[in-house]
């Protein structure tokens, strides 16, 4: 049986491997006929459309020629021209050996087709480096996407990212088709735009901790960080961004997330004393602008006309997601209006204050795009477009009410998710997913109608940002790639249309056949798909599913191998595998039983108060986030874990927040074990609420202590340590 799976993989690569052309995303119509064009430094780039002046300056670049004409030459040349009978971002490609013609709909159409064009050459075409003469893939290509929105978001609120660092993702994501950049400027964490008639948003709270007004990130209050994008930074990234075919799509989250404008205009808040004020270490964490103060609109009205004005996109994103509703109900006067207007619904308030704004959009000719939050209560225009986050359920119930929607549900295309259970990420309680959930989401499959799916305008992946922090912030651009591709491959073919046939074994084999390459040369840290171990009858071994090198680690002792068969070992946990592929890697993965841990009986104690409802005596539960205070830490507070028995194991592992989420955490704090349950001794620091020691001795009893009081920081959750049993 194991023999005739075999053969079939093999021959299902030799079916894919007969494909020579494999482009991300598949176009809608590849012939294949051989007779190849030959770039040589002699080719010139021919255009007579004055529309596509910045393509040819773009193609000279990547192909290193210097040669560009009005007229077409007889031959060796690479024409970009417009055919109005095609659609905007319609075109057509032809390989002869005397040209590459190039002929398109409009400006995006012609992009599109010159990024096949990279993709017919060697990869090395993306790092501008590339030895001619070069061959072009002798072929005829006709195409145009399904949907007109492939989006990309990145959150710069919760982490600054350089300018750089942003043209850099332009380019990323426009290599593979994606044509919008919706950019999360604003959020409770930073405003990162400069506002002339309101300079304190960018210059005060552009930055969080040491003197700001605004909380640092865990906790962190000594170093104070961030950063904004000046007016002509936003400028030159808008015209980078078009010369890609990429729109921008602004994004000032309002009137909830909106912490960063209320610390410069607390007069914005709600209209009552804020109870939580304990809880939080005296910070005013409220974060939801009051819908019923009229001065709110002026000054909104005077942010959002700088904004309207910096971008050109008939879309400007106004947020309203997870507004803290409780907090309108609490305010006098908020409430009062929806007394007087019969409702009790504090999304009917919601509904008030997005059409307001909708009003001021509209002087400024723009439409506003919306959480799904905003389409709860009823009353948003039509005119609007529902980005859909929050499952692909709340989709389809947006679109059952009639709404254009972007779809981007967070089990699917939340890319700061975790790509599985056991590496880093952020984690919640829709769990991980990898390319392959992102690549294989079917509408069809998950019940969407035709009526439903003919109001999706096209799909998204957001990233958002406050996690990778405790990673290195902007200098850790690696972990949002890895995060991001090739997640965002399987994004760009569902906004394609999933030419290939969506069947995962087609678009992987595309992948590692042609695209890997690619992206090592475009200088992405993408991550691979791990390899799958097996452990029968005392072999452990792992199954190759592509063209990397497969490396294995005995953590026993340390020594890294190349793989090369399968291994004999009765302690099949103690090995970790990984595949390689030039400099990109696999996360590390390893048989079931490397996670099998202990549950020793253990009681918890705390300096702190406990929350009723997560009682301390569910830590013998063994399970996360089920403990939680009622208030948060201060310097000095202890949670002491007590076992009934000294455990031995080979690794512990403590959580003094919500896991994997870095959240709701004892942010700067040690742990101390202790052998005898009387006498600790200081063994590690916390690194963002998490703490590990490998081979400790016997333990009686942990405790975790703070070290500094977190102000402005929530409840604390804690989970029951995890515990690993020696090998
Ligand atoms: C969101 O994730 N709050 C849009
Ligand atoms: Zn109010």
Redesign the pocket.
């Known amino acids: 049986m194991k023999r005739l799976i075999l053969t079939m993989t093999a021959l299902m690569m030799a079916v894919y491997a007969v494909s020579a052309v494999a482009i991300v995303p598949q176009p809608q119509s590849v012939i294949e006929h051989g007779r190849a064009f030959v770039v040589r430094p002699s080719t010139v780039v021919a255009c007579e459309a004055e529309e596509l002046a910045p393509l040819v300056g773009y193609v000279c670049e990547y192909l290193d020629l210097y040669g560009a004409v009005k007229c077409t030459p007889r031959s060796n040349y690479i024409a970009l021209a417009l055919d109005k009978s095609l659609a905007e971002e319609e075109y057509s490609l032809a390989v002869s050996s005397d040209a590459v013609i190039i002929a398109a709909g409009g400006y995006g159409g012609a992009f599109n087709g010159v990024q096949t064009l990279l993709q017919l050459l060697p990869s090395k075409v993306y790092t501008k480096q590339m030895r001619l003469p070069a061959v072009v893939r002798g072929c005829d290509v006709k195409d145009k996407p399904k949907y007109a929105y492939r989006g990309f978001m990145l959150d710069v609120a919760r982490t600054f990212m350089t300018k750089e660092n942003v043209l850099r993702y332009i380019d990323y994501i426009s290599y593979h088709k994606i044509n919008k950049l919706h950019w999360h400027l604003t959020d409770n964490q930073g405003w990162r735009i400069e506002i002339k008639s309101h300079p304190d948003l960018a210059k005060v709270a552009g930055f969080r901790g040491g003197d700001s007004p605004l909380r640092a990130a865990l906790g962190k209050w000594e170093e104070k960080y961030g950063g904004y994008y000046t007016q002509e930074d936003i400028r030159e990234v808008v015209e980078y961004a078009a010369v890609r075919n990429v729109e921008i799509i602004p994004e000032i989250d309002l009137p909830g997330?909106s912490e960063a404008l209320l610390r410069i205009y607390p007069e914005m808040l709600c209209n009552f004393a804020n109870k939580d004020l304990a809880v939080n270490g005296n910070y005013d964490a409220r974060n939801a602008i009051c819908a019923t103060k009229e001065g709110n609109y002026k000054i909104l009205e005077e942010i959002l006309a700088e904004i309207c004005t910096l971008f050109p996109s008939h879309h400007l994103h106004i947020g309203g997601?997870?507004v803290r509703l409780t907090q309108w109900l609490q305010c006098p006067d908020c409430s009062a209006w929806l007394k007087r207007h019969g409702y009790t619904d504090g999304y009917k308030l919601e509904d008030m204050f997005i059409n307001r704004i909708q009003a001021i959009l509209a002087k400024y000719g723009k439409s506003p795009s919306v959480?799904n939050e905003a389409a709860f209560g009823g009353g948003l225009s039509k005119e609007a477009l529902v980005?859909g986050?929050k499952s692909a359920d709340v989709c389809k119930q947006v679109m059952q009410k009639g709404y254009r929607t972007i779809f981007m549900p967070?089990e699917f295309f939340?890319l700061d998710m975790r790509q599985s259970r056991h590496e880093e990420g952020r984690l919640n309680r829709r769990g991980a997913f990898d390319l392959r959930k992102t690549y294989s989401f079917d509408f069809a499959e998950q019940g969407f109608t035709v009526e439903n799916t003919n109001l999706v305008e096209g799909f998204e992946a957001?990233f958002?940002s406050e996690i990778f922090l405790h990673n290195g912030g902007d200098k850790s651009i690696d972990y949002i790639e890895y995060m991001t591709f090739p997640r965002l491959c399987a994004v760009a073919e569902q906004g394609w249309g999933k030419n290939g046939g969506g069947e995962w074994e087609e678009f992987h084999h595309r992948l590692y056949t042609r695209h890997y390459d690619r992206m090592c040369d475009m200088g992405l840290n993408f991550r691979i798909t791990p390899p799958e171990v097996k452990y029968e009858e005392g072999m452990l071994s792992v199954e190759k599913i592509d063209n990397s090198t497969i490396y294995y680690r005995d953590d026993s002792n340390g020594k890294v191998c190349k793989y090369k068969s399968a291994i004999s070992t009765s302690k099949p946990a103690k090995y970790l595998f990984w595949a390689e592929y030039r400099g990109a890697k696999s996360p590390e993965v390893a048989h079931a039983s490397r996670y099998e841990t202990l549950k020793p009986k253990v009681k918890l104690t705390s300096s702190m108060p406990e929350n009723p409802d997560y009682p301390f005596s569910n830590v013998g539960l063994y399970d996360v986030n089920k403990m939680r205070t009622s208030r948060t830490c201060r310097k000095g507070d202890w949670i002491l874990f007590e076992f009934e028995e000294p455990v031995e194991c080979r690794e512990i592992e403590f959580w003094a927040g919500a896991y994997g989420v870095y959240a709701r955490m004892i942010p700067k704090g040690h742990l101390e074990l202790s052998e005898d349950g009387v006498n600790f001794e200081r063994v590690a620091e916390l690194d963002n609420s998490c703490v590990r020691v490998i081979n400790p001795r016997p333990i009686k009893a942990a405790r975790i202590v703070a070290d500094a009081t977190y102000i402005g920081g929530y409840e604390i959750r804690f989970s029951s340590p995890i515990i690993y049993p020696k090998w």
Do not use: I, K, L, R
């Open positions: 997330h997601d997870e959480w980005y986050w967070q939340y957001p958002w």
